[in-house]
């Protein structure tokens, strides 16, 4: 059972472009968004996170968007990079579950020069 | 710091043959987590550690085990391999606390024949 869900799978945008990437869950006792951003051959790295006593964060040229009724949260990257292109994966967890991560299926994004 | 390390980072078996992936960190974290990655599924958890001592069963547990050896080592055991276990294995460590960035090794590529 998936309990993030993650769209679209794959995003090419052109450099100085709007990405935008978009997940819904579906346990309401997650308490913790993190996105994570993974290049070729690495292990993912922690970008940005959010708690849903908020409905936006931003750091730079990243931002979440986080919907509580809808049970939604997106990632806003602004002004996109040829640097940015990776793959992202959205993720939920709870507080009561050892922190345990419940990852989305990813988006690689790729960004045009 | 090393972070997260994983060793090793390729591996290519026989169906039927055992190995253990090590993973060891220096970052003094209390939690230690065994995820696998595969096309379109995101990175789903096979084990997790919360605390030196204990290990529990995360959401693809079956055909392996794991050892938490000590607070900085966490390792994961494939007692006789099969085709549907060729995947990415990435292990991570978070400190606990009031904190939930998971820290991810840089991975190991196994390839089950």
């Known amino acids: 059972q998936q309990q993030v869900k993650q769209s679209p799978q794959s995003l090419i945008v052109q450099k100085g472009g709007i990405s935008i990437i978009n997940c819904a869950y579906e346990n309401t006792a997650f308490d913790y968004f993190p996105w994570y951003q993974q290049f070729p051959g690495k292990g993912p790295a922690l970008l940005i996170a959010i708690r849903p006593d908020v409905s936006e964060k931003k750091e730079g040229r990243f931002t979440i968007s986080f919907n509580k009724s809808a049970k939604q949260f997106s990632l806003h990257i602004m002004d996109s990079q040829p640097g940015d292109s990776a793959t992202y994966f959205c993720?939920?967890?709870?507080?009561?579950?050892?922190?345990?991560?419940?990852f989305g299926s990813g988006t690689q994004l790729t960004v045009l020069p | 710091n090393a972070g997260v390390t994983q060793t090793p980072k390729f591996q290519v078996l026989k169906t039927g043959q055992s190995m253990t992936l090590q993973c060891a960190q220096d970052?003094?974290?209390?939690?230690m987590y065994w995820y696998r990655q595969d096309p379109g599924m995101g990175l789903r958890l096979i084990y997790y550690?919360?605390?030196?001592?204990?290990?529990d069963k995360g959401e693809v547990p079956n055909g392996y085990n794991v050892s938490r050896l000590n607070k900085r080592e966490f390792s994961l055991r494939l007692e006789s391999a099969a085709p549907s276990q060729t995947s990415v294995y990435f292990c991570?460590?978070?400190?606990?606390?009031?904190?939930?960035?998971?820290?991810f090794g840089p991975g190991t590529r196994l390839t089950v024949t």
């Open positions: 991570a460590s978070m400190i606990g606390g009031a904190s939930y960035e998971q820290y």
């Open positions: 993720a939920a967890t709870d507080s009561g579950s050892a922190r345990q991560l419940t």
């Open positions: 970052m003094n974290h209390n939690s």
């Open positions: 550690s919360a605390s030196e001592g204990t290990t």
